[in-house]
């Protein structure tokens, strides 16, 4: 029946939305032997064992604990087939510890950059990415991954990082044209050409009619994401392509920028999104082309 995930989701949301039903899913997913008993579950949470075992009841009705006997103890654990789906629901209901993860994010990139920027440049650059990315499922992972775009983009515009040319596309919500155009590049010039993408209002997630084109043409859209568009990301970039943004680039000297005239695939068709992918493809072969010929001819002038 259509729309039946979506009613289990919401009636399991509605079983874990009791804050002590969380806690002892909670307490199953990081007990060592993945299982607990009445007994050790009314202890961690300082309950009267009959009201544990009540919760259990109406999460074993709900599917999302099993009951099994060991003699004398009965041990419940998360049924098998739910564990990531608890896992997602349980992990949306507790409250990040967004300090620490900022912390550790700025103490892992501070040894990965160490001697190269300094650990003040790193924290400023992670917290700004964190607040630019407001709302974001999964803020903290990306974002350490946008951050390390962004740390990696200002080397490349210091010259501390190598000689591949680097193309940055923008469009408005960096999930739909930019995306096809830097999965597509990266599939036809692998490491020869460094490729980042960004939007200036970015949507928090790449549009699903996207990443199905990408995958009926063999070319994987990785863990791209949608990025804001920042100043040091045009800094870095050798050649900059827009896609419907305006005036939202600044404009730096010693890039060369292209405007690409291609319809929003916002609202469209599949038939419509595969045309303007491709249409976006027979653009990246030929920017792929014309980047190899820019740099034979710069490599034969400087011999």
């Not at 990965?112 to 700004?128: H, N, T």
């Not at 964190?130 to 803020?139: E, H, T, W």
């Not at 010259?159 to 599939?187: H, T």
């Not at 800094?235 to 939202?248: N, P, S």
Request: proline residues 6%; hydrophobic residues 40%; aromatic residues 4%.
């Amino acid at each position: 029946m259509d729309g039946a995930p979506e009613v289990d989701t919401l009636r399991s949301l509605k079983r874990i939305s009791d804050p002590t039903r969380a806690r002892i899913l909670r307490l199953l997913l990081e007990a060592p032997d993945g299982r607990g008993s009445v007994t050790r579950l009314a202890e961690r949470l300082e309950l009267r064992q009959p009201t544990v075992s009540h919760h259990l009841k109406l999460l074993r009705e709900e599917g999302l604990v099993v009951r099994a006997q060991d003699g004398r103890t009965a041990w419940y654990s998360i049924t098998p087939a739910e564990v990531d789906r608890v896992a997602e629901l349980v992990h949306e209901d507790q409250p990040s510890d967004d300090a620490a993860a900022l912390d550790r994010i700025v103490t892992d990139l501070a040894t990965r950059y160490r001697g190269i920027l300094a650990p003040e440049s790193i924290d400023q650059y992670v917290r700004d990415s964190f607040d630019r990315l407001d709302g974001r499922k999964n803020r903290a992972s990306l974002t350490s991954a946008f951050a390390v775009s962004r740390l990696d983009a200002v080397l490349r515009a210091r010259g501390e990082r190598s000689a591949e040319p680097e193309v940055l596309f923008v469009c408005v919500q960096n999930a739909g044209r930019s995306q096809l155009a830097s999965a597509i590049l990266r599939q036809l010039a692998g490491d020869r050409v460094i490729v980042r993408t960004a939007g200036s209002e970015p949507a928090d997630t790449v549009r699903s009619t996207i990443v199905t084109v990408l995958d009926e043409v063999g070319t994987p859209l990785g863990g791209e994401f949608p990025k804001p568009l920042t100043d040091e990301a045009v800094r870095a970039a050798d050649y900059v392509i827009t896609m419907g943004c305006g005036d939202a680039c600044p404009i730096y000297p010693g890039r060369e920028y292209l405007d690409w005239d291609i319809p929003d695939p916002v609202g469209q068709p599949i038939t419509a999104v595969r045309a303007i992918r491709d249409d976006i493809e027979g653009r990246v072969r030929d920017l792929l082309e014309h980047i190899v010929r820019e740099r034979l001819v710069n490599a034969t002038t400087t011999d």
